[in-house]
Protein backbone atom coordinates (compact mmCIF):
# COMPACT_ATOMS: atom_id res chain seq x y z
CA UNK A 1 0.00 0.00 0.00
CA UNK A 2 1.37 3.41 -0.59
CA UNK A 3 2.38 5.17 2.26
CA UNK A 4 -0.04 8.24 1.62
CA UNK A 5 -3.08 6.54 1.23
CA UNK A 6 -5.43 4.85 4.13
CA UNK A 7 -6.18 1.44 4.40
CA UNK A 8 -9.45 0.55 2.81
CA UNK A 9 -11.52 -1.93 4.06
CA UNK A 10 -14.29 -3.13 1.76
CA UNK A 11 -17.00 -5.67 2.96
CA UNK A 12 -19.43 -6.88 0.44
CA UNK A 13 -22.73 -7.52 1.51
CA UNK A 14 -25.20 -6.17 3.65
CA UNK A 15 -26.67 -8.76 5.29
CA UNK A 16 -25.63 -9.99 9.35
CA UNK A 17 -22.04 -10.82 8.40
CA UNK A 18 -22.02 -7.56 6.40
CA UNK A 19 -23.27 -5.11 8.29
CA UNK A 20 -22.05 -6.01 11.99
CA UNK A 21 -18.55 -6.11 10.75
CA UNK A 22 -19.46 -2.55 9.27
CA UNK A 23 -20.80 -1.86 12.80
CA UNK A 24 -18.33 -2.86 14.62
CA UNK A 25 -15.44 -1.33 12.59
CA UNK A 26 -16.89 1.43 13.31
CA UNK A 27 -17.07 1.20 17.18
CA UNK A 28 -13.35 -0.49 17.14
CA UNK A 29 -11.55 2.14 14.84
CA UNK A 30 -13.45 5.07 16.39
CA UNK A 31 -13.01 7.48 12.95
CA UNK A 32 -9.11 6.39 12.59
CA UNK A 33 -8.03 8.83 10.27
CA UNK A 34 -5.89 6.31 8.42
CA UNK A 35 -8.89 3.39 7.86
CA UNK A 36 -11.86 4.27 5.41
CA UNK A 37 -14.18 1.36 5.74
CA UNK A 38 -16.62 0.82 2.36
CA UNK A 39 -19.51 -1.24 2.11
CA UNK A 40 -21.02 -2.32 -0.89
CA UNK A 41 -24.37 -4.06 -1.42
CA UNK A 42 -27.25 -4.27 -3.81
CA UNK A 43 -30.13 -2.54 -1.02
CA UNK A 44 -29.32 -0.39 1.26
CA UNK A 45 -31.16 -2.02 4.30
CA UNK A 46 -30.17 -4.69 6.46
CA UNK A 47 -32.99 -7.20 6.37
CA UNK A 48 -33.95 -8.93 9.73
CA UNK A 49 -34.91 -12.36 8.34
CA UNK A 50 -36.52 -13.71 11.72
CA UNK A 51 -39.47 -11.19 11.15
CA UNK A 52 -39.89 -12.35 7.49
CA UNK A 53 -42.41 -14.86 7.90
CA UNK A 54 -44.86 -11.80 9.87
CA UNK A 55 -44.61 -10.05 6.74
CA UNK A 56 -46.60 -12.46 4.92
CA UNK A 57 -49.58 -12.25 7.43
CA UNK A 58 -48.99 -8.34 7.79
CA UNK A 59 -48.49 -8.24 11.43
CA UNK A 60 -45.60 -6.14 11.04
CA UNK A 61 -45.50 -3.20 8.18
CA UNK A 62 -43.06 -4.22 5.65
CA UNK A 63 -40.77 -1.68 6.38
CA UNK A 64 -40.55 -2.72 9.99
CA UNK A 65 -38.22 -6.00 9.20
CA UNK A 66 -35.72 -3.60 7.22
CA UNK A 67 -32.82 -1.58 8.73
CA UNK A 68 -31.35 1.22 6.45
CA UNK A 69 -27.48 0.56 6.23
CA UNK A 70 -26.43 4.31 6.46
CA UNK A 71 -28.04 5.00 9.49
CA UNK A 72 -27.10 1.60 10.90
CA UNK A 73 -23.10 2.62 9.99
CA UNK A 74 -22.96 6.07 9.68
CA UNK A 75 -19.50 6.54 9.08
CA UNK A 76 -18.79 3.61 6.43
CA UNK A 77 -19.04 4.46 2.76
CA UNK A 78 -22.43 2.99 1.34
CA UNK A 79 -22.22 1.79 -2.46
CA UNK A 80 -25.61 0.47 -3.32
CA UNK A 81 -24.65 -1.76 -6.56
CA UNK A 82 -24.64 -5.05 -7.47
CA UNK A 83 -21.52 -6.83 -7.71
CA UNK A 84 -20.79 -8.75 -10.64
CA UNK A 85 -17.35 -9.86 -10.08
CA UNK A 86 -14.23 -10.69 -7.28
CA UNK A 87 -10.50 -10.67 -8.00
CA UNK A 88 -9.41 -11.75 -4.82
CA UNK A 89 -5.55 -11.53 -5.99
CA UNK A 90 -5.82 -7.98 -6.52
CA UNK A 91 -8.68 -7.57 -4.21
CA UNK A 92 -10.91 -5.70 -6.61
CA UNK A 93 -14.54 -5.33 -6.87
CA UNK A 94 -16.16 -4.78 -10.18
CA UNK A 95 -20.05 -3.82 -9.85
CA UNK A 96 -22.83 -2.99 -12.01
CA UNK A 97 -23.31 0.38 -13.43
CA UNK A 98 -25.98 3.02 -11.75
CA UNK A 99 -28.09 6.01 -14.08
CA UNK A 100 -24.53 6.14 -15.88
CA UNK A 101 -23.65 2.80 -17.48
CA UNK A 102 -20.02 3.41 -16.77
CA UNK A 103 -18.09 0.07 -15.17
CA UNK A 104 -17.76 0.39 -11.35
CA UNK A 105 -14.44 -0.83 -9.65
CA UNK A 106 -13.34 -1.02 -5.72
CA UNK A 107 -9.98 -1.85 -4.64
CA UNK A 108 -9.20 -2.32 -0.99
CA UNK A 109 -6.41 -3.67 1.05
CA UNK A 110 -8.96 -6.01 3.04
CA UNK A 111 -11.77 -7.68 1.85
CA UNK A 112 -14.34 -8.87 3.51
CA UNK A 113 -16.70 -11.24 1.85
CA UNK A 114 -20.41 -11.67 3.45
CA UNK A 115 -22.31 -12.65 0.51
CA UNK A 116 -24.72 -15.39 2.35
CA UNK A 117 -26.50 -17.73 0.21
CA UNK A 118 -29.46 -17.45 -2.64
CA UNK A 119 -32.10 -19.71 -3.01
CA UNK A 120 -31.59 -22.04 -6.28
CA UNK A 121 -34.13 -24.09 -7.91
CA UNK A 122 -31.66 -25.80 -10.17
CA UNK A 123 -31.96 -29.16 -11.33
CA UNK A 124 -36.12 -29.46 -9.84
CA UNK A 125 -38.15 -28.98 -12.58
CA UNK A 126 -40.69 -26.02 -12.68
CA UNK A 127 -39.64 -24.55 -9.49
CA UNK A 128 -37.82 -21.88 -11.31
CA UNK A 129 -41.47 -21.16 -13.09
CA UNK A 130 -43.56 -21.69 -10.32
CA UNK A 131 -42.74 -21.53 -6.88
CA UNK A 132 -42.40 -18.61 -4.32
CA UNK A 133 -38.84 -18.47 -2.76
CA UNK A 134 -38.96 -17.17 0.38
CA UNK A 135 -35.62 -15.42 1.51
CA UNK A 136 -35.55 -11.47 0.72
CA UNK A 137 -37.91 -8.88 1.40
CA UNK A 138 -39.15 -8.94 -1.59
CA UNK A 139 -40.09 -12.46 -1.68
CA UNK A 140 -42.06 -12.01 1.88
CA UNK A 141 -44.26 -9.46 0.05
CA UNK A 142 -44.31 -10.95 -3.36
CA UNK A 143 -45.63 -14.09 -1.11
CA UNK A 144 -48.26 -12.06 0.55
CA UNK A 145 -49.07 -10.36 -2.56
CA UNK A 146 -49.66 -14.00 -4.05
CA UNK A 147 -51.82 -15.54 -1.35
CA UNK A 148 -53.93 -12.36 -1.43
CA UNK A 149 -54.34 -12.52 -5.23
CA UNK A 150 -55.22 -16.50 -5.00
CA UNK A 151 -58.22 -15.89 -2.46
CA UNK A 152 -59.28 -12.89 -4.35
CA UNK A 153 -59.44 -15.09 -7.56
CA UNK A 154 -60.98 -18.23 -5.42
CA UNK A 155 -63.73 -16.03 -4.38
CA UNK A 156 -65.04 -15.55 -7.96
CA UNK A 157 -64.10 -18.83 -9.48
CA UNK A 158 -67.14 -21.38 -10.56
CA UNK A 159 -65.57 -24.07 -11.24
CA UNK A 160 -64.90 -26.28 -8.59
CA UNK A 161 -61.74 -28.13 -9.74
CA UNK A 162 -59.63 -24.59 -9.98
CA UNK A 163 -61.30 -22.90 -7.04
CA UNK A 164 -59.69 -25.88 -5.00
CA UNK A 165 -56.41 -25.54 -5.83
CA UNK A 166 -56.24 -22.02 -5.53
CA UNK A 167 -57.48 -22.55 -2.08
CA UNK A 168 -54.37 -25.21 -1.53
CA UNK A 169 -51.25 -23.59 -0.34
CA UNK A 170 -47.88 -25.70 -0.01
CA UNK A 171 -45.43 -24.79 1.37
CA UNK A 172 -41.89 -27.05 1.30
CA UNK A 173 -39.24 -27.46 3.71
CA UNK A 174 -39.81 -28.01 7.29
CA UNK A 175 -36.95 -26.57 8.89
CA UNK A 176 -37.19 -23.43 10.72
CA UNK A 177 -38.02 -20.80 8.13
CA UNK A 178 -40.38 -23.50 6.45
CA UNK A 179 -42.75 -24.00 9.59
CA UNK A 180 -42.40 -20.28 10.63
CA UNK A 181 -44.07 -19.34 7.04
CA UNK A 182 -46.54 -22.16 7.17
CA UNK A 183 -47.96 -21.38 10.60
CA UNK A 184 -47.99 -17.66 9.66
CA UNK A 185 -49.41 -18.35 6.34
CA UNK A 186 -51.72 -20.86 7.84
CA UNK A 187 -52.88 -18.20 10.72
CA UNK A 188 -53.36 -15.35 8.01
CA UNK A 189 -55.40 -17.56 5.02
CA UNK A 190 -58.35 -18.85 8.47
CA UNK A 191 -58.40 -15.38 9.48
CA UNK A 192 -59.10 -13.17 6.27
CA UNK A 193 -61.11 -16.21 4.80
CA UNK A 194 -64.30 -14.30 6.41
CA UNK A 195 -64.02 -11.28 4.44
CA UNK A 196 -64.58 -13.15 1.38
CA UNK A 197 -67.69 -13.51 1.10
CA UNK A 198 -68.24 -17.02 -1.09
CA UNK A 199 -64.47 -18.66 1.10
CA UNK A 200 -65.65 -20.77 3.87
CA UNK A 201 -62.71 -22.04 6.20
CA UNK A 202 -63.22 -25.46 5.81
CA UNK A 203 -61.96 -25.24 1.95
CA UNK A 204 -58.88 -24.02 2.73
CA UNK A 205 -56.12 -26.63 2.41
CA UNK A 206 -52.50 -25.49 3.60
CA UNK A 207 -49.91 -28.46 3.51
CA UNK A 208 -45.97 -28.98 4.93
CA UNK A 209 -43.59 -31.20 3.08
CA UNK A 210 -40.92 -32.25 4.98
CA UNK A 211 -38.32 -34.64 3.85
CA UNK A 212 -37.64 -35.84 7.20
CA UNK A 213 -40.05 -38.26 9.32
CA UNK A 214 -40.51 -35.06 12.00
CA UNK A 215 -40.34 -31.34 11.38
CA UNK A 216 -37.95 -28.75 12.91
CA UNK A 217 -35.12 -31.33 13.26
CA UNK A 218 -32.74 -28.81 14.44
CA UNK A 219 -34.46 -28.51 17.68
CA UNK A 220 -34.92 -31.81 20.34
CA UNK A 221 -37.56 -34.20 19.45
CA UNK A 222 -40.03 -33.36 22.35
CA UNK A 223 -40.35 -29.32 21.00
CA UNK A 224 -40.63 -30.70 17.14
CA UNK A 225 -43.24 -33.17 18.33
CA UNK A 226 -45.39 -29.89 20.19
CA UNK A 227 -44.79 -28.18 17.13
CA UNK A 228 -45.92 -30.56 15.12
CA UNK A 229 -49.14 -31.19 16.66
CA UNK A 230 -50.05 -28.06 17.30
CA UNK A 231 -50.03 -26.92 13.64
CA UNK A 232 -51.81 -30.40 12.76
CA UNK A 233 -54.72 -29.18 15.44
CA UNK A 234 -54.99 -25.76 13.64
CA UNK A 235 -55.14 -27.43 10.19
CA UNK A 236 -52.20 -27.66 8.30
CA UNK A 237 -51.37 -30.79 6.54
CA UNK A 238 -48.04 -32.31 7.62
CA UNK A 239 -46.41 -34.80 4.64
CA UNK A 240 -43.16 -36.08 6.42
CA UNK A 241 -40.69 -38.01 4.42
CA UNK A 242 -41.60 -36.21 1.85
CA UNK A 243 -39.80 -34.50 -0.82
CA UNK A 244 -40.97 -31.62 -3.64
CA UNK A 245 -40.20 -33.05 -6.81
CA UNK A 246 -40.88 -30.65 -8.93
CA UNK A 247 -43.97 -28.30 -10.39
CA UNK A 248 -46.20 -27.28 -12.89
CA UNK A 249 -48.60 -23.90 -12.98
CA UNK A 250 -51.41 -26.01 -11.63
CA UNK A 251 -49.20 -28.89 -9.54
CA UNK A 252 -46.98 -29.61 -6.78
CA UNK A 253 -44.92 -32.99 -7.72
CA UNK A 254 -44.51 -34.98 -4.61
CA UNK A 255 -41.33 -37.31 -4.47
CA UNK A 256 -43.72 -40.36 -4.53
CA UNK A 257 -45.63 -39.40 -7.97
CA UNK A 258 -48.51 -37.83 -5.79
CA UNK A 259 -49.49 -34.48 -7.89
CA UNK A 260 -51.32 -32.03 -5.31
CA UNK A 261 -53.31 -29.50 -7.42
CA UNK A 262 -52.09 -25.76 -6.23
CA UNK A 263 -51.68 -22.45 -7.59
CA UNK A 264 -49.53 -21.14 -4.56
CA UNK A 265 -46.35 -23.35 -4.22
CA UNK A 266 -43.69 -21.76 -1.51
CA UNK A 267 -40.38 -23.20 -1.37
CA UNK A 268 -38.08 -22.78 1.52
CA UNK A 269 -35.64 -25.42 0.18
CA UNK A 270 -32.06 -25.31 1.66
CA UNK A 271 -30.61 -21.93 -0.11
CA UNK A 272 -27.76 -22.70 -2.92
CA UNK A 273 -23.90 -21.27 -2.99
CA UNK A 274 -23.67 -17.63 -4.32
CA UNK A 275 -22.85 -17.68 -7.78
CA UNK A 276 -19.96 -14.77 -7.03
CA UNK A 277 -18.21 -17.31 -4.04
CA UNK A 278 -18.79 -20.19 -6.53
CA UNK A 279 -16.71 -18.58 -9.06
CA UNK A 280 -13.97 -17.37 -6.48
CA UNK A 281 -10.49 -19.56 -6.71
CA UNK A 282 -10.30 -20.04 -2.86
CA UNK A 283 -10.36 -23.40 -1.06
CA UNK A 284 -14.38 -24.01 -1.07
CA UNK A 285 -16.41 -26.76 1.36
CA UNK A 286 -19.59 -27.36 0.27
CA UNK A 287 -19.97 -24.00 -1.63
CA UNK A 288 -18.40 -22.10 1.17
CA UNK A 289 -15.61 -20.17 1.61
CA UNK A 290 -13.33 -21.92 3.57
CA UNK A 291 -11.57 -19.70 6.41
CA UNK A 292 -9.06 -20.02 9.22
CA UNK A 293 -9.75 -20.02 12.56
CA UNK A 294 -9.64 -16.25 12.60
CA UNK A 295 -11.68 -15.81 9.59
CA UNK A 296 -9.37 -14.93 7.36
CA UNK A 297 -9.00 -16.98 3.51
CA UNK A 298 -5.77 -18.97 3.25
CA UNK A 299 -3.68 -17.90 0.26
CA UNK A 300 -5.38 -14.76 -0.13
CA UNK A 301 -3.80 -12.27 2.34
CA UNK A 302 -6.18 -9.29 3.02
CA UNK A 303 -9.19 -11.54 2.33
CA UNK A 304 -11.59 -12.38 4.87
CA UNK A 305 -15.07 -14.22 5.10
CA UNK A 306 -18.19 -14.40 7.52
CA UNK A 307 -21.73 -15.90 7.68
CA UNK A 308 -23.56 -18.11 5.19
CA UNK A 309 -20.81 -17.91 2.42
CA UNK A 310 -18.30 -18.62 4.59
CA UNK A 311 -16.62 -22.55 6.06
CA UNK A 312 -16.16 -21.09 9.35
CA UNK A 313 -15.14 -23.94 12.08
CA UNK A 314 -15.69 -23.55 15.74
CA UNK A 315 -12.37 -23.48 17.31
CA UNK A 316 -13.43 -25.54 20.57
CA UNK A 317 -15.66 -27.83 18.74
CA UNK A 318 -13.61 -28.27 15.93
CA UNK A 319 -17.25 -28.31 14.17
CA UNK A 320 -18.61 -26.16 11.58
CA UNK A 321 -20.70 -22.88 12.37
CA UNK A 322 -24.46 -23.38 11.34
CA UNK A 323 -25.68 -20.95 8.60
CA UNK A 324 -27.40 -18.61 11.36
CA UNK A 325 -27.81 -15.03 11.81
CA UNK A 326 -26.75 -15.38 15.61
CA UNK A 327 -23.54 -16.76 14.33
CA UNK A 328 -23.28 -14.57 11.38
CA UNK A 329 -23.13 -11.67 14.04
CA UNK A 330 -20.95 -13.39 15.79
CA UNK A 331 -18.19 -14.01 13.48
CA UNK A 332 -18.48 -10.41 12.13
CA UNK A 333 -17.53 -9.24 15.34
CA UNK A 334 -15.03 -11.52 16.17
CA UNK A 335 -13.54 -10.52 12.52
CA UNK A 336 -13.60 -6.57 12.88
CA UNK A 337 -11.52 -7.42 16.23
CA UNK A 338 -9.01 -9.81 14.36
CA UNK A 339 -9.03 -6.99 11.45
CA UNK A 340 -8.22 -3.94 13.69
CA UNK A 341 -5.70 -6.53 15.63
CA UNK A 342 -4.05 -6.87 11.95
CA UNK A 343 -3.62 -2.99 12.08
CA UNK A 344 -2.90 -2.30 15.70
CA UNK A 345 0.08 -4.88 15.70
CA UNK A 346 -2.09 -6.91 18.18
CA UNK A 347 -2.91 -10.65 18.35
CA UNK A 348 -6.16 -12.31 16.59
CA UNK A 349 -8.89 -14.46 18.16
CA UNK A 350 -9.93 -17.51 16.91
CA UNK A 351 -13.75 -17.71 16.64
CA UNK A 352 -15.81 -19.89 18.89
CA UNK A 353 -19.46 -19.35 19.61
CA UNK A 354 -22.00 -21.95 21.69
CA UNK A 355 -25.29 -20.52 19.89
CA UNK A 356 -27.58 -19.51 23.00
CA UNK A 357 -30.77 -21.64 21.62
CA UNK A 358 -33.40 -21.74 19.16
CA UNK A 359 -36.55 -20.59 18.87
CA UNK A 360 -39.70 -20.61 15.81
CA UNK A 361 -42.39 -18.82 16.29
CA UNK A 362 -45.72 -21.23 15.71
CA UNK A 363 -48.38 -17.91 14.86
CA UNK A 364 -51.22 -17.36 17.23
CA UNK A 365 -49.14 -16.34 19.89
CA UNK A 366 -47.10 -19.70 20.48
CA UNK A 367 -43.51 -20.99 19.55
CA UNK A 368 -41.28 -23.42 20.57
CA UNK A 369 -37.97 -22.59 22.46
CA UNK A 370 -34.73 -23.84 23.81
CA UNK A 371 -32.66 -21.25 25.68
CA UNK A 372 -29.54 -22.31 27.65
CA UNK A 373 -30.56 -26.00 27.55
CA UNK A 374 -34.28 -24.95 28.96
CA UNK A 375 -36.94 -25.99 27.33
CA UNK A 376 -40.38 -23.92 26.77
CA UNK A 377 -43.31 -24.43 24.51
CA UNK A 378 -46.70 -22.63 24.03
CA UNK A 379 -47.62 -18.71 25.19
CA UNK A 380 -44.20 -18.50 27.21
CA UNK A 381 -42.13 -19.27 24.58
CA UNK A 382 -43.87 -16.39 22.18
CA UNK A 383 -43.37 -14.33 24.54
CA UNK A 384 -39.74 -15.05 24.90
CA UNK A 385 -39.40 -14.93 21.10
CA UNK A 386 -41.02 -11.12 20.58
CA UNK A 387 -38.47 -9.94 23.96
CA UNK A 388 -35.35 -11.52 22.35
CA UNK A 389 -36.51 -10.46 18.80
CA UNK A 390 -37.17 -6.85 19.57
CA UNK A 391 -34.10 -6.50 21.86
CA UNK A 392 -31.89 -7.86 18.91
CA UNK A 393 -33.85 -5.79 16.19
CA UNK A 394 -30.77 -3.52 15.49
CA UNK A 395 -31.87 0.56 15.57
CA UNK A 396 -34.09 2.28 18.08
CA UNK A 397 -36.28 3.51 15.58
CA UNK A 398 -37.21 -0.38 14.30
CA UNK A 399 -37.69 -1.63 17.77
CA UNK A 400 -40.53 1.39 18.72
CA UNK A 401 -42.10 0.84 15.03
CA UNK A 402 -41.92 -3.54 15.32
CA UNK A 403 -43.78 -3.45 18.81
CA UNK A 404 -46.34 -0.46 17.76
CA UNK A 405 -46.61 -3.15 15.11
CA UNK A 406 -47.19 -5.86 17.07
CA UNK A 407 -49.60 -4.01 19.62
CA UNK A 408 -51.56 -2.70 17.33
CA UNK A 409 -51.52 -6.70 15.32
CA UNK A 410 -53.19 -7.71 18.91
CA UNK A 411 -56.18 -5.14 18.38
CA UNK A 412 -56.72 -4.89 15.07
CA UNK A 413 -57.66 -7.58 11.65
CA UNK A 414 -55.04 -8.28 9.43
CA UNK A 415 -55.03 -5.87 6.51
CA UNK A 416 -56.11 -7.97 2.70
CA UNK A 417 -54.57 -5.25 1.06
CA UNK A 418 -52.92 -6.49 -2.25
CA UNK A 419 -50.19 -4.40 -3.21
CA UNK A 420 -49.54 -4.28 -7.16
CA UNK A 421 -46.09 -2.98 -7.33
CA UNK A 422 -44.65 -4.62 -10.81
CA UNK A 423 -43.70 -3.14 -14.30
CA UNK A 424 -42.66 -5.70 -16.61
CA UNK A 425 -38.72 -7.08 -15.87
CA UNK A 426 -36.52 -7.05 -18.56
CA UNK A 427 -38.41 -4.15 -20.79
CA UNK A 428 -38.46 -1.00 -20.51
CA UNK A 429 -39.14 2.68 -22.08
CA UNK A 430 -37.09 6.05 -22.99
CA UNK A 431 -37.38 8.98 -24.51
CA UNK A 432 -34.89 11.58 -25.10
CA UNK A 433 -35.16 14.76 -26.68
CA UNK A 434 -32.80 16.14 -29.35
CA UNK A 435 -29.43 15.79 -29.24
CA UNK A 436 -29.53 14.33 -26.16
CA UNK A 437 -26.89 11.00 -25.28
CA UNK A 438 -28.26 7.68 -24.67
CA UNK A 439 -24.71 6.11 -24.04
CA UNK A 440 -21.20 6.83 -24.17
CA UNK A 441 -18.53 5.16 -25.92
CA UNK A 442 -16.69 3.57 -23.12
CA UNK A 443 -20.11 2.96 -20.87
CA UNK A 444 -21.21 -0.60 -19.58
CA UNK A 445 -23.48 -2.53 -22.21
CA UNK A 446 -26.51 -2.61 -20.01
CA UNK A 447 -29.74 -2.94 -22.71
CA UNK A 448 -30.39 -3.28 -26.11
CA UNK A 449 -32.42 -0.29 -28.15
CA UNK A 450 -35.27 -0.38 -30.90
CA UNK A 451 -36.31 2.45 -31.90
CA UNK A 452 -39.94 3.28 -31.92
CA UNK A 453 -39.87 6.82 -33.50
CA UNK A 454 -37.32 9.41 -33.82
CA UNK A 455 -33.26 9.03 -35.37
CA UNK A 456 -30.63 8.24 -33.47
CA UNK A 457 -26.48 9.39 -34.70
CA UNK A 458 -24.15 6.45 -33.69
CA UNK A 459 -20.93 8.29 -33.70
CA UNK A 460 -17.34 7.31 -32.24
CA UNK A 461 -15.01 9.67 -30.45
CA UNK A 462 -11.70 10.08 -31.60
CA UNK A 463 -8.64 10.39 -29.12
CA UNK A 464 -8.51 14.06 -30.76
CA UNK A 465 -11.89 14.81 -29.97
CA UNK A 466 -13.38 14.98 -33.22
CA UNK A 467 -16.38 12.25 -33.85
CA UNK A 468 -17.11 10.55 -36.65
CA UNK A 469 -20.29 9.94 -37.50
CA UNK A 470 -21.04 6.17 -37.94
CA UNK A 471 -24.49 5.62 -39.11
CA UNK A 472 -28.36 7.24 -38.51
CA UNK A 473 -30.39 5.10 -37.33
CA UNK A 474 -34.43 5.13 -38.17
CA UNK A 475 -37.52 3.99 -36.88
CA UNK A 476 -37.78 -0.16 -36.81
CA UNK A 477 -33.77 -0.26 -36.38
CA UNK A 478 -32.01 -1.50 -33.58
CA UNK A 479 -29.04 -0.96 -31.56
CA UNK A 480 -26.71 -1.51 -28.41
CA UNK A 481 -26.42 -5.36 -29.35
CA UNK A 482 -22.82 -5.84 -29.59
CA UNK A 483 -21.79 -4.63 -26.22
CA UNK A 484 -24.01 -6.83 -24.97
CA UNK A 485 -22.93 -10.06 -27.22
CA UNK A 486 -18.89 -9.40 -26.81
CA UNK A 487 -19.58 -8.24 -22.72
CA UNK A 488 -17.10 -5.44 -23.62
CA UNK A 489 -17.79 -1.93 -23.28
CA UNK A 490 -19.87 0.44 -26.05
CA UNK A 491 -17.84 0.80 -28.97
CA UNK A 492 -19.12 3.96 -30.14
CA UNK A 493 -21.71 6.97 -28.82
CA UNK A 494 -25.51 6.76 -29.25
CA UNK A 495 -26.88 10.08 -29.39
CA UNK A 496 -30.66 11.58 -30.56
CA UNK A 497 -30.36 13.45 -33.78
CA UNK A 498 -34.20 13.80 -32.98
CA UNK A 499 -36.68 13.21 -30.44
CA UNK A 500 -37.12 9.65 -30.25
CA UNK A 501 -38.83 7.41 -27.82
CA UNK A 502 -37.18 3.56 -27.76
CA UNK A 503 -38.19 0.43 -26.04
CA UNK A 504 -35.59 -1.39 -24.39
CA UNK A 505 -34.73 -4.93 -23.13
CA UNK A 506 -32.02 -5.50 -20.28
CA UNK A 507 -29.65 -7.25 -20.23
CA UNK A 508 -30.81 -10.65 -18.73
CA UNK A 509 -33.40 -10.15 -20.70
CA UNK A 510 -31.95 -9.58 -23.71
CA UNK A 511 -29.08 -12.70 -23.18
CA UNK A 512 -32.32 -14.97 -21.67
CA UNK A 513 -33.86 -14.35 -25.31
CA UNK A 514 -30.53 -14.41 -27.05
CA UNK A 515 -29.79 -17.51 -25.63
CA UNK A 516 -32.53 -19.48 -25.53
CA UNK A 517 -34.06 -18.82 -28.98
CA UNK A 518 -31.77 -19.92 -31.87
CA UNK A 519 -33.17 -17.65 -34.32
CA UNK A 520 -33.08 -14.93 -32.71
CA UNK A 521 -29.32 -15.39 -32.02
CA UNK A 522 -28.55 -15.87 -35.62
CA UNK A 523 -30.68 -13.01 -36.62
CA UNK A 524 -28.18 -10.73 -33.99
CA UNK A 525 -25.02 -12.64 -35.31
CA UNK A 526 -25.83 -11.90 -38.78
CA UNK A 527 -26.71 -8.10 -38.02
CA UNK A 528 -23.13 -7.74 -35.73
CA UNK A 529 -21.82 -9.41 -39.08
CA UNK A 530 -22.79 -7.13 -41.30
CA UNK A 531 -22.12 -4.45 -39.30
CA UNK A 532 -18.40 -4.75 -38.64
CA UNK A 533 -18.37 -5.79 -42.65
CA UNK A 534 -16.35 -2.51 -44.22
CA UNK A 535 -18.42 -2.85 -46.91
CA UNK A 536 -21.74 -2.73 -45.32
CA UNK A 537 -24.75 -5.27 -44.68
CA UNK A 538 -25.52 -7.72 -47.11
CA UNK A 539 -29.05 -6.80 -48.72
CA UNK A 540 -30.97 -10.03 -49.27
CA UNK A 541 -30.60 -10.69 -45.88
CA UNK A 542 -33.80 -9.54 -42.75
CA UNK A 543 -30.90 -7.86 -40.53
CA UNK A 544 -30.10 -5.67 -43.66
CA UNK A 545 -33.21 -3.29 -42.21
CA UNK A 546 -31.59 -3.37 -38.73
CA UNK A 547 -27.82 -2.81 -39.70
CA UNK A 548 -25.39 -0.44 -41.02
CA UNK A 549 -21.77 -0.40 -41.48
CA UNK A 550 -20.99 0.72 -37.77
CA UNK A 551 -20.20 -0.98 -34.36
CA UNK A 552 -23.34 0.55 -33.02
CA UNK A 553 -22.69 -0.51 -29.72
C1 LIG B 1 -36.96 -16.72 6.30
C2 LIG B 1 -35.71 -16.83 7.11
C3 LIG B 1 -35.80 -16.86 8.50
C4 LIG B 1 -34.63 -16.95 9.28
N1 LIG B 1 -34.75 -16.97 10.64
C5 LIG B 1 -33.63 -17.02 11.40
C6 LIG B 1 -33.71 -17.00 12.83
O1 LIG B 1 -34.81 -16.95 13.38
N2 LIG B 1 -32.55 -17.03 13.54
C7 LIG B 1 -31.32 -17.08 12.95
O2 LIG B 1 -30.29 -17.08 13.64
N3 LIG B 1 -31.21 -17.13 11.59
C8 LIG B 1 -32.32 -17.10 10.80
N4 LIG B 1 -32.22 -17.14 9.44
C9 LIG B 1 -30.89 -17.29 8.82
C10 LIG B 1 -30.18 -15.94 8.76
O3 LIG B 1 -31.03 -14.97 8.21
C11 LIG B 1 -28.92 -16.05 7.93
O4 LIG B 1 -28.09 -17.01 8.51
C12 LIG B 1 -28.17 -14.72 7.90
O5 LIG B 1 -28.95 -13.78 7.22
C13 LIG B 1 -26.81 -14.86 7.22
O6 LIG B 1 -26.22 -13.60 7.13
P1 LIG B 1 -25.20 -13.28 5.93
O7 LIG B 1 -24.73 -11.88 6.14
O8 LIG B 1 -24.19 -14.35 5.82
O9 LIG B 1 -26.07 -13.40 4.60
P2 LIG B 1 -27.32 -12.54 4.16
O10 LIG B 1 -28.07 -12.03 5.32
O11 LIG B 1 -28.04 -13.40 3.16
O12 LIG B 1 -26.67 -11.29 3.43
C14 LIG B 1 -26.09 -11.35 2.15
C15 LIG B 1 -26.02 -9.94 1.63
O13 LIG B 1 -25.33 -9.90 0.40
C16 LIG B 1 -26.06 -9.10 -0.51
N5 LIG B 1 -25.76 -9.57 -1.85
C17 LIG B 1 -25.97 -10.80 -2.36
N6 LIG B 1 -25.56 -10.84 -3.64
C18 LIG B 1 -25.07 -9.62 -3.93
C19 LIG B 1 -24.51 -9.03 -5.09
N7 LIG B 1 -24.32 -9.72 -6.22
N8 LIG B 1 -24.14 -7.73 -5.04
C20 LIG B 1 -24.29 -7.00 -3.91
N9 LIG B 1 -24.80 -7.51 -2.77
C21 LIG B 1 -25.19 -8.81 -2.79
C22 LIG B 1 -27.51 -9.32 -0.12
O14 LIG B 1 -28.34 -8.28 -0.57
C23 LIG B 1 -27.40 -9.32 1.38
O15 LIG B 1 -27.41 -8.01 1.86
C24 LIG B 1 -33.37 -17.04 8.64
C25 LIG B 1 -33.28 -17.02 7.24
C26 LIG B 1 -34.44 -16.90 6.48
C27 LIG B 1 -34.33 -16.88 4.98
Redesign the pocket.
Known sequence: MPADRRTRILI???????VYAAMELERLLRKDPDVEVGL????NY??F??L??EVISGSIGILDTISPIRRLCPNTDLYC????SIDLTTRTVT?SSGFRPRPYKLECDHLVL?????TSFVNQPGLEEHALP??SLGDGLALRNHIIHALEEADIETDAEMRRALLTFVVAGGG??GV??VAELNDFVRKVARSFRRIERGEIRVVLLHAGPLILPELPADLAGFAQRLLQRRGVEIRLNTRLAGATGETALLSGGERIPTRTLVS?VPAAP?P?VSALPCRKEKGRIVVDSFLEVPDFPGVWA????AWILDSKSGKPCP??????IREARCLAGNLVAGLKGRPKRAFTFQALGK?AALGHHSAVAEVLGIKLSGFVAWLLWRTIYLMKMPGFDRKVRVAVAWFMDLLLPPDIVQLKTGNSPGFGREHFEAHEIIFRQGDRGDRLYIIVDGEVDVVREAASSVEEVLARLVSGECFGEMALVSDSPRMATARSATAVNLLTVDRDGFNALFSHYPPLRRFFQQVINDRLRPEGPAKAHPAANAGRDHPSS
Open positions: VGGGFGGISNELVQPLPREVEAALGTLFKFSEATHLVGDCPTAQHAL
